[in-house]
């Protein structure tokens, strides 16, 4: 039996940039000539938090519980996705520590949307923005990212039992 109190997740997620998407980031529409392409809205930030919870709560990945072949979830927003992780988490007896997570991204710039995505996703999660971290990065023009035919992001959880 785990008697330990305390978990941690990681979760990661990449979608490619495609015309004619909009590009949602941490539950917010971002300005971008160009959008994350997926079954669901692609937003990477909340699938890599999902990820992160999930795996935290020993539950497996948000593939599992919400496939992309689902026709319930096709085009669906991601925050519907992390609301009902949230309340998985919270029905196996956890609450949200804190949650950090990386953007990679060439373009856009992602500092100027950070403190509304902190407060939609905190939002969503029912807990306080200071709980998560955003920050953002670029691959310096390297690989997928810094050719920008997608984005990545990367996400770690800390759960407690409640």
């Given at each position: 039996?785990?008697?330990?109190?305390?978990?941690?997740?990681?979760?990661?997620?990449?979608?490619?940039?495609?015309?004619?998407?909009?590009?949602?980031?941490?539950?917010?529409?971002?300005?971008?000539?160009?959008?994350?392409?997926?079954?669901?809205?692609?937003?990477?930030?909340?699938?890599?938090?999902?990820?992160?919870?999930?795996?935290?709560?020993?539950?497996?990945?948000?593939?599992?519980?919400?496939?992309?072949?689902?026709?319930e979830?096709?085009?669906?927003?991601?925050?519907?996705?992390?609301?009902?992780?949230?309340?998985m988490?919270?029905?196996?007896?956890?609450?949200?520590?804190?949650?950090?997570?990386?953007?990679?991204?060439?373009?856009?710039?992602?500092?100027?949307?950070?403190?509304?995505?902190?407060?939609?996703?905190?939002?969503?999660?029912?807990?306080?923005?200071?709980?998560?971290?955003?920050?953002?990065?670029?691959?310096?023009?390297?690989?997928?990212?810094?050719?920008?035919?997608?984005?990545?992001?990367?996400?770690?959880?800390?759960?407690?039992?409640?």
């Amino acid at each position: 039996m785990n008697s330990v109190g305390f978990r941690v997740g990681f979760g990661f997620d990449v979608h490619r940039l495609v015309e004619d998407r909009k590009l949602w980031l941490g539950g917010i529409d971002i300005p971008h000539e160009k959008g994350l392409l997926g079954h669901s809205d692609a937003d990477v930030l909340i699938h890599a938090i999902c990820d992160a919870l999930l795996g935290a709560a020993n539950m497996r990945d948000i593939g599992y519980h919400f496939p992309d072949t689902a026709e319930e979830t096709d085009g669906i927003d991601s925050k519907i996705l992390l609301r009902k992780t949230m309340e998985m988490v919270r029905a196996k007896g956890y609450e949200l520590g804190n949650i950090d997570a990386t953007i990679c991204a060439e373009r856009p710039k992602i500092n100027p949307h950070i403190e509304k995505m902190k407060q939609c996703l905190a939002d969503v999660i029912g807990t306080d923005p200071d709980n998560i971290s955003i920050k953002a990065t670029t691959t310096e023009r390297l690989g997928f990212t810094g050719r920008e035919e997608g984005i990545s992001a990367y996400a770690v959880a800390l759960i407690t039992k409640a």
